[in-house]
């Protein structure tokens, strides 16, 4: 069993500004989005140098493990798109290369691409592939939860905007996930609030946990429900969830999830998300990576728990 290297909590939590790589349709420098009158944006600069894994030329996307960024990111193993796919012609899983990443509010590629060497130490094979979505906004607190339907622990199909008028706390698992600090952490960070906020007498009523499974082809209902009983989960104050990768897909790609396609599980590396929704159905808080503590989400739930006089949010459709 590989243990997810040390690196990753580091990187999960700069995943938040990395929306870029997430919006690979996003107004490149001097085509300002929504017709602000704005100047074009000077996209920032940095020289990077890694090694190609995979090249995915109809995707116009070179998947590098890249060194560190200064400055930006750490070293992680990424997509990064091309505008022009002349860019990726000629290149090949274990060429080092050197390009230039540039990067503005909402958008990002790289150019420039030469091949500096080869790297026989790194076979492709070794990749870890994330799934990218990049047909759906990144959100933020403030946004509106879009709708998607899935199926709960008890087969039953529900829909996201159920939740409307609760609190809703949802974060992305899969049960036969490998990595101690991440889903069993994530499921046990939830068991502990749950919990905690049944003994605290003034704790929000109106309140919902939700883990939602990534992992639709093992995590049937019946199999949720036997991890949440191992986790004594309250029916009622908790559901466990997965569905249909159409709905899935742009669920995951609204928070930025990444996680291997085609791995097998025990090579799956992904990130975090947990998301608190306001009773409005707009999204009070996101927390990445797992480095919070069971206090910042009650802390969390209960600031949104006090926005229950907000108005619904209408049009929650996508
Ligand atoms: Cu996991």
Avoid at 116 to 140: H, I, K, Q, Y
Avoid at 226 to 238: I, K, S, T, V
């Amino acid at each position: 069993m590989k243990r997810l290297p040390r690196s990753m909590s580091a990187l999960l939590a700069t995943m938040v500004s990395l929306a870029w790589f997430l919006s690979g349709c996003g107004p490149g420098p001097g085509a300002p989005a929504g017709g602000t009158a704005s100047a074009p944006e000077t996209p920032r600069e940095y020289a990077v140098t890694g090694v190609v894994r995979r090249v995915e030329p109809e995707r116009r996307s070179v998947v590098v493990k890249h060194e560190e960024i200064p400055g930006f990111m750490p070293a992680m193993t990424m997509p990064f798109d091309v505008k022009d796919a002349k860019e990726l012609s000629g290149l090949k899983a274990g060429d080092r290369i050197a390009f230039r990443m540039l990067v503005t509010t909402n958008d990002g590629w790289i150019d420039t691409v030469r091949v500096v060497g080869s790297d026989t130490n790194t076979p492709a094979a070794d990749a870890s592939p994330v799934r990218l979505t990049s047909s759906v906004p990144l959100l933020e607190a403030g946004a509106a939860l879009p709708d998607y339907t899935l199926t709960n622990e008890l087969g039953k199909v529900i829909r996201l905007s159920d939740f409307q008028g609760k609190v809703l706390a949802f974060t992305f698992i899969f049960t036969r996930c490998p990595y101690p600090d991440f889903c069993p952490r994530m499921t046990d960070l939830f068991a502990r609030a749950q919990k905690a906020l049944a003994d605290q007498a003034d704790a929000p009523k109106n309140l919902k946990f939700l883990s939602i499974s990534f992992d639709p082809q093992n995590d049937t209902p019946d199999l949720l429900r036997a991890y949440a009983e191992r986790y004594a989960y309250d029916p009622g104050q908790w559901s466990l969830a997965t569905g249909a990768w159409d709905q899935l897909e742009p669920l995951t790609g609204n928070f930025g999830l990444l996680f291997g396609r085609d791995v097998p599980p025990e090579k799956m590396e992904h990130n975090l998300r947990t998301v608190v929704v306001r009773p409005s159905g707009r999204i009070h808080a996101i927390l990445p990576s797992n480095e919070w503590a069971v206090d910042d989400l009650i802390r969390e739930i209960r600031a949104a728990a006090a926005t229950a006089g907000d108005a619904p949010t209408p049009d929650r459709g996508r």
